[in-house]
């Protein structure tokens, strides 16, 4: 039985209601008076419940991940549909036809807009330019794609550009195509969705993420502050420029010394404040071109731990990878990997 359920945690707390009614009137000599009981099981009618309610709300406003494919009907998430193609069409129509999906299709955006306009299921709602404005003008949580109207490329590029938004994307996967990183499938009518979250845009994980960099950065720094003095004491300190997250630039200072580990001491400074992660994309200097990274770089990451030599498209495949399955468990495996392999 699933957990969230507020329908079936109000039939138990009305069920509880009636047996303690039929116990306090059956064993007078053993049961409460009335007026305990009937507090109590209004109070417990409001919290069972109510923080599941609660829950339900959260995840409707995208501060919590859905956790069943079967959603409520009373909170729905505000959706758009990325393409007004005919797949797009069949799309929506598909989904305005159910109530158990607990998406509400707010309209369409495109590139410009559809000669058949009044075909449309639902409204036009903009241009693909304005994306962000309609995102937040109409509280959109989901955007689903249709795989005809747009590449892949494309597509990722609109959940790079959209991804501190807190938003779920979907798409219609073509044949034979495979998609990198963490996924479920849903079935909504004719189509079998493909769900793509970027999990370590989630707040949660972003502030456990950085209280993880910040500690141990702290406990490193300090731990090994002489070799900082002295290093630093004799000028072996060395500026560089790198390029940071959405084309940012960030200046990180590198030892002049032979040994790997003492040579990006200092970069646990950039760690501390916030520069830098422990773990995350790959550290590219200036001189390159930009890498247009789509997470913070890091000491270490998915491409360090690879005795490969990655081109700039494989990158960005391993930053969207890491990026969907972020969490605390697999950045301690990466951190692990890269101590052990060094």
Request: glycine letters at 8%.
């Amino acid at each position: 039985r699933y957990i969230l359920s507020y329908s079936r945690a109000i039939i138990a707390s009305i069920t509880g209601f009636f047996l303690a009614v039929a116990f306090t009137y059956f064993f007078k000599q053993y049961a409460f008076s009335r007026l305990v009981i009937i507090t109590a099981t209004a109070i417990i009618t409001v919290l069972i419940p109510g923080w599941r309610v609660f829950v339900h709300f959260l995840m409707s406003r995208g501060y919590l991940r859905p956790v069943k494919e079967q959603h409520p009907i009373l909170f729905t998430r505000k959706t758009l549909i990325i393409g007004a193609d005919e797949e797009g069409i069949h799309i929506a129509e598909n989904i305005l036809k159910r109530f158990d999906t607990g998406l509400d299709v707010v309209g369409f955006i495109d590139h410009q807009l559809p000669t058949d306009e009044d075909d449309l299921p639902v409204g036009f709602r903009g241009r693909l330019a304005d994306l962000r404005d309609i995102v937040m003008t109409y509280r959109i949580r989901e955007l689903i794609f249709s795989t005809t109207a747009f590449t892949n490329k494309e597509i990722l590029l609109l959940m790079d550009e959209t991804k501190d938004l807190r938003l779920t994307y979907r798409m219609v996967p073509r044949q034979q195509e495979i998609l990198l990183g963490k996924a479920s499938i849903e079935n909504i009518g004719d189509f079998s969705f493909v769900n793509i979250e970027y999990t370590l845009f989630y707040r949660l994980h972003r502030i456990t993420k950085r209280a993880f960099d910040m500690v141990i950065s702290g406990m490193m720094l300090t731990l090994f502050s002489p070799f900082l003095v002295v290093l630093f004491g004799f000028g072996k300190g060395r500026k560089k420029q790198f390029w940071g997250a959405e084309g940012t630039i960030f200046e990180a200072t590198i030892f002049d010394v032979k040994g790997g580990f003492l040579k990006e001491l200092p970069l646990f400074i950039g760690v501390l404040f916030g520069n830098l992660s422990l773990v995350g994309s790959s550290m590219v200097e200036t001189s390159d071109p930009d890498p247009h990274l789509i997470c913070q770089p890091g000491l270490t990451g998915l491409e360090r731990i690879r005795s490969v030599k990655f081109k700039p498209e494989d990158r960005q495949i391993l930053d969207h990878y890491y990026v969907q399955n972020q969490s605390f468990t697999m950045d301690l495996e990466i951190i692990m990997k890269t101590v052990f392999s060094t």
